[in-house]
């Protein structure tokens, strides 16, 4: 009996599709037509610009990074953005990817990046902290929301946001950044 229960716990949904079958396969009162509509979701792009293990991406960030954007369902998220090392911060990479020095860049657009904390959808009350991987200099200071981040030096870089909202938390983002003058690849 023990592997009865077992077997209807894994497919239940299968055994219940099949009792449905049954149900209405035994009846001759009418039948269900089913049409099937087109699915509303994108597909979701990864782009270059994250490093060591961050994905930059145009798919749905998590309901709590959404608030202040207005995006028809289904439809591809208009800013790259990546999602940190604890689930619980977001980066959206306005530049598409970071190129080192100062803004604006020779095309006119700037290093900006939107940092966000599930606890600070704002970006209020973070301090963001960059370096480069495996390095401890030079280091770059921000605070959360949105910034121009003009980082010195190509490479990957390691930025640590961190904010005392409801007890000390930390999440890491990853960002590549290309050499000064360089200008990054268009997203279409």
């Known amino acids: 009996m023990e592997a009865v229960g077992r077997y209807i716990k894994v497919n239940g949904a299968g055994l219940?599709?099949?009792?449905?079958?049954?149900?209405?396969?035994?009846?001759?009162?009418s039948r269900v037509t089913i049409?099937?509509?087109?699915?509303?979701?994108?597909?979701?792009?990864?782009?270059?610009?994250?490093?060591?293990?961050?994905?930059?991406?145009?798919?749905?960030?998590?309901?709590?990074?959404?608030?202040?954007?207005?995006?028809?369902?289904?439809?591809?998220?208009?800013?790259?953005?990546?999602?940190?090392?604890?689930?619980?911060?977001?980066?959206?990479?306005?530049?598409?990817?970071?190129?080192?020095?100062?803004?604006?860049?020779?095309?006119?657009?700037?290093?900006?990046?939107?940092?966000?904390a599930r606890d600070s959808p704002s970006g209020a009350n973070i301090t963001v902290v960059g370096h480069p991987m495996g390095k401890s200099q030079p280091t770059f200071t921000i605070v959360g929301g949105p910034s121009i981040t003009d980082v010195p030096t190509p490479g990957c870089w390691v930025f640590q946001l961190s904010w005392d909202l409801n007890g000390r938390q930390t999440s890491t983002i990853n960002l590549d950044v290309l050499p000064a003058g360089s200008l990054p690849p268009a997203v279409s």
């Open 16 to 29: 219940a599709a099949l009792v449905l079958v049954l149900a209405f396969g035994c009846t001759t009162s």
């Open 35 to 116: 049409h099937p509509q087109p699915s509303q979701t994108a597909t979701a792009r990864t782009f270059i610009g994250g490093c060591a293990g961050t994905v930059l991406t145009d798919a749905e960030p998590p309901a709590w990074a959404q608030g202040g954007w207005t995006v028809d369902k289904g439809a591809s998220w208009p800013v790259p953005w990546a999602l940190g090392t604890q689930d619980n911060t977001v980066a959206y990479v306005f530049a598409n990817q970071l190129v080192a020095g100062t803004s604006p860049r020779r095309d006119g657009s700037q290093n900006k990046i939107l940092w966000e």
